[in-house]
């Protein structure tokens, strides 16, 4: 089992900064992939950026240049630094622990993230 929770997300201005954090517990040793994912009001959920464990990105086109995922494995924490904000970046943020040799994924509880304009 593998538990994560997110923190970091609020109300910000469009043009604005956030750092959503993540935090794995539990057979976190065997997490292979970590992302972000978000679900905006009405929409369904979508992937935003993902790092495997050599450090490899992929990322979404919309966030390309101002989002940067980055992962402490020795803390078990994923991060995503999210730059000049936009109001269609308002939306429900999920972390994600991928677990490819088992078949399994895990998600945390998602923390809410609104950008006005």
């Known amino acids: 089992q593998v538990r994560l929770v997110e923190s970091g997300g609020g109300l910000v201005q469009a043009g604005g900064s956030l750092r959503l954090s993540c935090a794995a517990s539990?057979?976190?040793?065997?997490?292979?992939?970590m992302a972000w994912s978000r679900q905006g009001p009405g929409k369904e959920r979508d992937l935003v950026e993902r790092?495997?464990?050599?450090?490899?990105?992929n990322y979404a086109d919309s966030v390309k240049g101002r989002f940067t995922i980055s992962r402490d494995n020795a803390e078990n924490t994923v991060y995503l630094k999210m730059n000049s904000l936009k109001p269609e970046d308002t939306a429900v943020y999920f972390c994600?622990?991928?677990?490819?040799?088992?078949?399994?994924?895990?998600w945390g509880n998602g923390t809410p993230v609104t950008v006005s304009s």
């Open positions: 994600k622990a991928e677990l490819p040799a088992e078949g399994i994924n895990y």
């Open positions: 539990g057979r976190s040793f065997s997490i292979e992939v």
């Open positions: 790092i495997l464990s050599g450090g490899d990105t």
